[in-house]
């Protein structure tokens, strides 16, 4: 969808563009109402109360669809307030909606019975209902109930189930009734309160409801199925679809067709299947027991339990129970400061209900087995040491020396040193540059199946193991991962795939994002490869392909490749750091697994290089984390990423409309950090103040690449700083705001799924003021103050230098020095240089470096040579200098350049040694 000049589209008065979601107009909706329903309240001439009544109308006609899809306040209370209304009983109507307003804004319906107090003379101020068992601190949620019924027996259903509550149940619920096929889509991803679904039968397919917004969650789920469904496999369709949508979702059938045959076909997602009526008990008690095995935390469970049990030390950890601590007389204070239930679960042992990371049989074991079908995978393991031993573990389980890894550049050095260890021959694939940014973007497909083609044309297919991706990009680029796996496979059926989805953890619990993720991309090939459609697609690209030439490898780039399902192999690794999307400890990261082969042929070598790389004294407190983050986001993950998407789009939004925030900084846009080439969709951006939010649905579902909206790069080049002292000088010092990464020119700020909307308020606050202060400094400023600020801001947004491609490896590194194919042997260059005398400093300042070039010599780094921005090698042990890239290193204005001794110049491998490890590589 492309951004065009159509007139913007409106409801109830309200231009429906400048809304990201619904729940964005839900909660702006309901606030004028309030705001309107407090001034009606007031009283005044007749022509501003007929004013009020119709923004008071005007609210209530744009809540009437939308509340429909949740039980608080819910279309009956809704109904309650056009009556007051009508009554004109404005006090009782300004109350009541302040009453809901704030429960909705605080949450405290999620909390406690918010007593609405409809009717006159009830001034009762309680909130909790007495009549409800100790509601308070027990989780809340709600049952979607999808059937066609009257008022009475809506009401009656719900009265119902509400009898169903006892004091013993550690959830409470409320239900809300929907009346379609289409409807159940809209509430499964409107309504984050949902947890189960209830689908009776003999409800229509579409909705009556044709709001905009509302309508566009049907586009991003599944377009317009129904046409060719029975109304009698409505039911089975809707589990179906709502376990695609949103897998972590119970739902129960409810039907009147053979229960047998339903059974037989449900997905896992569907717990249960009744005939014709269900009872209220039973269906109270298999709700709760579902929403229960979500809550699970075996281990952080198990933890608890032993930290309450009196125990006897004699073993490591002086500090178990905190008996070092209480026993000081000098570090009192540590102990004030953490508190003693940390202490209380601090300890070595592995027994007394506990269990051991390396070897687990018990709670560690359940619990990785509950992150494994959290995040859709097979198997799934801890890690307590971070993301980086998560990538060696992988590479060393799958990889043997001599083996073939392609791998993107600019990946995280720990794949560049697992590689090392693993002894690879690399291939490094280029990602697309974004120079005027000082950054790159992601490796497109054509530059991947160029090199596999390659690969293959030179007889070393088989000798390709892996490639290795990183999904999202640290900036956001997000890859078409089924489709990059889908045709690599077409050229090599066994590769295995390493995605690293570092800072991609939580996009399995947003549908949009979800399709995108290794895990799900990993299934969904894997059930395609299985069907029928896809076997007879298969057996039509044959015929269309048979003609043509193997080794044409430009009209095999130019298109869409298959694999042929006989032989295609699903082998897909994740790595992920939890901690740093989701709530964990800091090195709580998880390897997820999803690979047909990993039983046969990787399940021991893999348990060996877990073994190599975990602590035999593992961090319970991390291990315990991860346990709770896993509960956290199988049941508010949806609702957390949605809440998190929305915080950037207000950010976005933010900056791009105000007019002395858009004079100094500016949102980089899709259009700036994706080619064109590489967006089928044509969009260009989520947000422009002209025509407001764009539909990004068919972007996700179609483009090469995405862009992860709660990545905000920020151009900040226009202030005249650069991206590393605007960080450090300006937001940390000054304001304490911290952020992560910087390039030249840009920086970056996340939203997560802990960021709140007072932390987005003050980020906004801080970069007006900081716009304040350089609109005043330039006014102020002398004819030579400010040439030299325009030249700065030149330097920073013009005068960039060109971002260098990988060079090659020497032929000293090469088993194969005059292969037409670029892999290198990273690992006999890295340990090369071990050997002191085998190496020498060329000074980038004092023209040795520059004179020895001239000469012709090819200089060859010795080792990994890593800015800061932009934080992957530019330089890795083996791989010759060229000039771009000896040009890029001179123009960097960065703190740091790890690898790099300014005194001494680069490290490179002296002229004999390159001779003589040439000659034992020939």
């Not at 809704?78 to 009508?86: D, K, V």
């Not at 809300?176 to 039968?201: G, K, L, P």
């Not at 087995?369 to 890690?383: I, K, P, V």
């Not at 029928?532 to 780039?557: C, G, H, I, M, N």
Request: hydrophobic letters at 40%; one cysteine or more; aromatic letters at 10%.
């Amino acid at each position: 969808m492309t951004t065009g000049d159509a007139a913007p589209q409106h409801h109830g008065g309200i231009v429906l563009s400048e809304y990201h979601n619904a729940s964005q107009l839900r909660a702006d909706s309901w606030n004028r109402l309030k705001n309107a329903a407090a001034r009606l309240k007031e009283g005044g001439p007749t022509r501003l109360t007929q004013k009020l009544r119709h923004q008071v109308e005007q609210s209530m006609a744009i809540l009437e669809p939308m509340e429909g899809y949740w039980a608080f306040p819910g279309r009956h209370a809704l109904a309650n307030l056009r009556r007051l209304l009508e009554a004109e009983n404005y006090d009782r109507l300004a109350h009541v909606v302040a009453r809901i307003v704030r429960a909705l804004m605080s949450d405290a319906y999620r909390l406690e019975h918010v007593a609405l107090n409809l009717h006159e003379g009830d001034e009762a101020e309680e909130l909790v209902d007495t009549h409800q068992p100790d509601r308070y601190a027990r989780p809340y949620f709600e049952v979607l109930v999808v059937d066609v019924l009257s008022l009475q027996q809506e009401q009656s259903l719900q009265d119902g189930l509400r009898r169903m509550r006892r004091a013993e149940d550690s959830f409470i619920y409320d239900a809300v009734v929907v009346a379609s096929f289409e409807d159940a889509m809209i509430a499964t991803v409107f309504n984050h309160n949902i947890q189960a679904v209830v689908i009776r039968y003999g409800f229509p397919f579409r909705s009556r409801h044709k709001h905009e917004l509302l309508q566009r969650y049907l586009s991003h789920i599944v377009g317009e199925p129904g046409d060719d469904l029975s109304p009698d496999e409505y039911g089975l369709a809707l589990s179906n679809v709502i376990g695609r949508i949103r897998p972590e979702l119970d739902t129960y059938i409810v039907t009147d067709l053979a229960v047998e045959d339903i059974a037989g076909r449900v997905g896992e997602n569907c717990k249960r299947v009744f005939y014709h009526q269900e009872d209220y008990l039973e269906l109270h008690l298999n709700i709760l027991r579902g929403v229960n095995a979500r809550f699970q935390t075996p281990f952080f469970t198990a933890l608890r339990t032993y930290s309450k049990q009196p125990t006897g030390v004699f073993h490591a950890l002086p500090i178990s129970r905190g008996k070092s601590i209480v026993k000081s007389h000098w570090i009192q204070d540590m102990g004030e400061f953490y508190g003693m239930n940390i202490f209380l679960a601090e300890t070595s042992a592995t027994s007394g209900g506990l269990d051991s990371l390396l070897e687990p049989h018990g709670p560690i074991k359940k619990a990785q087995e509950l992150a494994a079908r959290a995040f859709g995978a097979q198997y799934t393991f801890f890690a307590t040491n971070g993301t980086s031993t998560c990538n060696k573990i992988v590479v060393q389980a799958l990889v043997r020396p001599g083996d073939i890894v392609l791998v993107d550049r600019d990946c995280h050095k720990s794949h560049h040193y697992g590689l090392v260890l693993g002894g690879a021959q690399v291939v490094y694939l280029d990602s697309y540059p974004l120079s005027r940014y000082s950054m790159y973007g992601a490796v497109p497909l054509r530059e991947i199946k160029h090199q596999l083609l390659g690969l293959k044309r030179a007889g070393k297919l088989g000798r390709v193991k892996m490639l290795l991706l990183t999904n999202c990009t640290f900036d956001g680029i997000v890859y078409n991962v089924e489709r990059v796996m889908e045709e690599c496979l077409a050229i090599k059926p066994d590769l295995v795939f390493l995605w690293d989805e570092a800072w991609f953890g939580f996009a399995r619990f947003g549908p949009m994002y979800r399709q995108r993720t290794a895990m799900h991309a990993a299934a969904r090939l894997r059930e395609r490869f299985r069907s029928d459609a896809y076997r007879k697609r298969f057996a039509e690209y044959q015929s269309e392909t048979a003609a043509l030439d193997p080794d044409d490898e430009a009209a095999w780039l130019e298109r869409r490749l298959l694999p042929d399902p006989a032989r295609a192999r699903v082998r897909v690794y994740a790595t992920q750091s939890t901690h740093k999307t989701m709530t964990a400890l800091r090195q709580g990261s998880m390897i997820h697994i999803y690979d047909q082969d990993y039983k046969s042929r990787v399940e021991e070598p893999f348990h060996e290089a877990y073994m190599t790389h975990t602590s035999t004294s593992p961090n319970y407190q991390i291990i315990a984390s991860l346990d709770v983050g896993r509960r956290q986001v199988e049941l508010e993950g949806f609702e957390l990423v949605e809440k998190q998407v929305g915080m950037a789009m207000v950010l976005r939004e933010q900056v791009a409309s105000h007019p002395l925030l858009s004079k100094f900084f500016r949102v980089l846009t899709v259009g700036d950090m994706i080619p064109a080439e590489y967006r089928q969709s044509g969009i260009e951006s989520y947000f422009d103040p002209e025509h407001g939010w764009q539909d990004v649905g068919e972007a996700w579902a179609k483009d090469e690449f995405a862009l992860d909206a709660t990545r905000i790069t920020l151009l900040v080049g226009l202030t005249g700083h650069d991206g590393d002292s605007f960080k450090n000088d300006i937001l940390m010092d000054r304001y304490g705001i911290q952020i992560n990464k910087t390039s030249r020119n840009t920086v970056l700020f996340m939203t997560n799924i802990g960021t709140t909307r007072s932390s987005v308020a003050y980020l906004i606050e801080v970069l007006v003021q900081i716009a304040k202060e350089f609109e005043e400094r330039l006014d102020n400023a002398s004819p030579i103050e400010r040439r030299v600020h325009d030249k700065r801001v030149k330097s920073l947004i013009e005068d960039l230098p060109p971002l260098p491609d990988f060079s090659r490896f020497h032929t000293a590194f090469r088993d194969e020095p005059g292969s037409e194919t670029p892999e290198g042997d990273i690992r006999r260059a890295y340990f090369l240089a071990y050997d002191d005398d085998a190496c020498e400093y060329l000074g980038l300042s004092d023209g040795s470096l520059d004179e020895a070039m001239a000469s012709g010599r090819e200089v060859v780094s010795a080792s990994f040579i890593i800015p800061y921005p932009p934080g992957f090698p530019i330089l890795v042990p083996g791989q010759v200098i060229s000039r771009e890239i000896l040009n890029f290193m001179r123009a960097l204005d960065v703190k740091e350049i790890h690898g790099y001794r300014p005194e001494l110049g680069l490290r490179v491998f002296s002229q004999p040694t390159l001779e003589k490890a040439g000659t034992r590589s020939s």
